[in-house]
Every structure is written in structure tokens, then in C-alpha cells.
T-cell receptor, first 109, second 113 residues
């Protein structure tokens, strides 16, 4: 059973556009929801994270929106740049991390 | 803060040999570390949870006699792939928990020939 469902699998966005990646979870015990960015051959790097008592968190061009009742959360990348091209993973944690399957994002110049 | 150093970054070994991968927390003590395996274009799959001073907890389907984990100190966990075979070739990543957050190592690309 996949506990964290992520979509889309791949995404192409024009430079300057908004990239949106969505995740849904099943386990209501999850209490920490991070997003990771991964470049080829590298480990994941924490981008931004949110706790369930907050509906939105913004850090620079990155925003997490969190809907506790719907058990969904999303990542918005504003003013997307070619350097943002990477694979993005959502995750959820209660005692250890459960990852989504990842989204391969390409920002076209 | 919260840096995790993983070595080596890549290794090629012959089939039947063993390979050790190290994961160190550089600026904090990590009582719990995690080992993941990642195949190309796929997500991270948790292999085992390593607790300092005790036996690791392995996920279902992971052979504990093949993937030996040692967490002898608060800053070092090691993963040894024993009697490696080509199907063990993968990207192995460690992670350490600090507070509610998790920091990842840079990964080790293992190729078994």
C-alpha cells in the first residue's frame, strides 16, 4: 500500500512559470511533511517542510500548501528557473520517512 | 548545521566481494540513522533503521545477513554489502534524524561487476 501518492510523475514548465506538484497521504499519524530536491547522482536535499498545524509555508520561491482535512499537500515553485530542473520528492513522517514516487521536473528556457 | 557525510561516493567491486559504506553525522549526534536504496528513476526505498548501540531494524524483504548495518557510535553508521552480486548495484543513501528533520548523505553509487 502506497502511503504517499505523488503526481504528476513528470512535469515540463516554461521558465518563469509556476510548477505545482501534489501529494496525498493516508496515515493520519504523519506529523511532518518535507519536500526534497534531488539532482542526478546526489542525495536528496531538504527544500521546505511543514507541520500539520499550518496551512501554508513560504520560503523564497517555494511554497507548501497543506490541507489537513483532505490529507493533501502541494509544492508550488514560483518563477521557475532552469536550475530548478530536478526530481522532487514529497515525504511524510511519523517515525521515519515515507516518500512519494517523485516528480521529474524540467524547466524549459 | 546538520551535515551528513557519506563515503565513498562511488565504488566498483567484483562479484562475491564485500563493500562497506560509511555515514557520519559531522556536527550533531545521531541516535537514529536510516539506509535507503534507490534504483534509476525511482523513489527511495527504506532498507533499515539503525539505532546506536542496538541491532538495526530491517524492512520486509531486506536480507539482514547480506546488508550488515553497524551503528557503533553516535556519529557513525556503516552499511556492508556482503558477497555482492550485480543485482546489488544501486544508489545507496543514508540519512540521520535531527529533531523532527532528516538530513541525507550524498549517496554511494555501487556497481558490482
Amino acid at each position: 500500500q502506497q502511503q504517499v501518492k505523488q503526481s504528476p510523475q513528470s512535469l515540463i514548465v516554461q521558465k518563469g512559470g509556476i510548477s505545482i506538484i501534489n501529494c496525498a497521504y493516508e496515515n493520519t499519524a504523519f506529523d511532518y511533511f518535507p519536500w526534497y530536491q534531488q539532482f542526478p547522482g546526489k542525495g536528496p536535499a531538504l527544500l521546505i517542510a511543514i507541520r500539520p498545524d499550518v496551512s501554508e509555508k513560504k520560503e523564497g520561491r517555494f511554497t507548501i500548501s497543506f490541507n489537513k482535512s483532505a490529507k493533501q499537500f502541494s509544492l508550488h515553485i514560483m518563477d521557475s528557473q532552469p536550475g530548478d530542473s530536478a526530481t522532487y520528492f514529497c515525504a511524510a513522517s511519523d517515525d521515519g520517512l515515507t516518500f512519494g514516487k517523485g516528480t521529474h521536473l524540467i524547466i524549459q528556457p | 548545521g546538520a551535515v551528513v557525510s557519506q563515503h565513498p561516493s562511488w565504488v566498483i567491486c567484483k562479484s562475491g566481494t564485500s563493500v562497506k559504506i560509511e555515514c557520519r553525522s559531522l556536527d550533531f549526534q545521531a541516535t537514529t540513522m536510516f539506509w535507503y536504496r534507490q534504483f534509476p528513476k525511482q523513489s527511495l526505498m527504506l532498507m533499515a533503521t539503525s539505532n546506536e548501540g542496538s541491532k538495526a531494524t530491517y524492512e520486509q524483504g531486506v536480507e539482514k545477513d547480506k546488508f550488515l548495518i553497524n551503528h557503533a557510535s553516535l556519529t557513525l553508521s556503516t552499511l556492508t554489502v556482503t558477497s555482492a552480486h550485480p543485482e546489488d548495484s544501486s544508489f545507496y543513501i543514508c540519512s540521520a534524524r535531527r529533531g523532527v528533520g532528516y538530513t541525507f548523505g550524498s549517496g554511494t553509487r555501487l556497481t558490482v561487476v
